[in-house]
């Protein structure tokens, strides 16, 4: 419900009035980072956890495998993933052919918006036992928008990056233990900045071109 609402925050701006994504997206994060803040300090909690290892816990990993190639076959296999491909790669054009641009771009974003509330409820349940805090997320957002761009916005490539990323995150603790704490913890932005500037150098071809609205 929470990734839905944001969403619609999203929407109401970007696709009603207009208003530029990129700046609408950061104040967003700023306005969520305040609001968390405020629940934090009220002691909230989300429910019982989900024990890693649990029934439940094996059905949210399955489902992180399920939706990418589920993802794969709506954009790439469909009449519905072309018209979203293009509004994505070029509006004006796509509003020319008669494409309704706005209708698909809030579909779009807010099934997106559940799925990154679905993720944060997999943090609170499993890894901090149902409970919410100040900084749960760690800074991982960032991480999930760099494996957007490490995988070229292709839902089987985003979740091969997103689940190099957890590989590193995950080996952590055995890092930490060989003396290499520090890298343990760089490692990961340090993948994202190097995405960010591999993107930048292969979208001056005209082959690989990232969709210019969100």
């Given at each position: 419900?929470?990734?839905?609402?944001?969403?619609?925050?999203?929407?109401?701006?970007?696709?009603?009035f207009r208003v530029d994504q990129v700046a609408t997206g950061l104040l967003l994060v700023f306005l969520a980072w305040g609001l968390a803040d405020l629940i934090a300090s009220i002691g909230y909690r989300v429910s019982p956890s989900i024990p890693i290892g649990s029934l439940q816990y094996n059905i949210l990993a399955l489902i992180t495998?399920?939706?990418?190639?589920?993802?794969w076959l709506l954009m790439y296999k469909t009449w519905i993933g072309?018209?979203?491909?293009?509004i994505g790669y070029n509006e004006i054009l796509a509003r020319e052919r008669g494409l309704r641009v706005d209708t698909i771009r809030a579909i779009m974003l807010l099934i997106g918006?559940?799925?990154?509330?679905?993720?944060?409820?997999y943090m609170a349940l499993t890894l901090y036992?149902?409970?919410?805090?100040?900084?749960?997320?760690?800074?991982?957002?960032?991480?999930?928008?760099?494996?957007?761009?490490l995988g070229y916005w292709h839902p089987v490539g985003v979740a091969v990056a997103?689940?190099?990323?957890?590989?590193?995150l995950t080996l952590r603790p055995y890092?930490?233990?060989?003396?290499?704490?520090p890298l343990s913890i760089s490692t990961p932005y340090i993948m994202v900045i190097?995405?960010?500037?591999?993107?930048?150098y292969i979208s001056r071809s005209p082959r690989f071109k990232p969709p210019r609205i969100l």
């Open positions: 419900a929470t990734g839905l609402a944001a969403s619609i925050l999203y929407i109401i701006p970007v696709i009603v495998v399920i939706i990418p190639l589920i993802l072309v018209e979203i491909r293009a918006g559940a799925l990154a509330g679905l993720s944060g409820s036992n149902g409970k919410y805090f100040t900084g749960i997320t760690g800074g991982w957002g960032w991480l999930a928008i760099g494996s957007v761009i997103a689940y190099s990323i957890g590989l590193i890092l930490e233990a060989m003396g290499l704490g190097l995405s960010l500037i591999i993107a930048a």
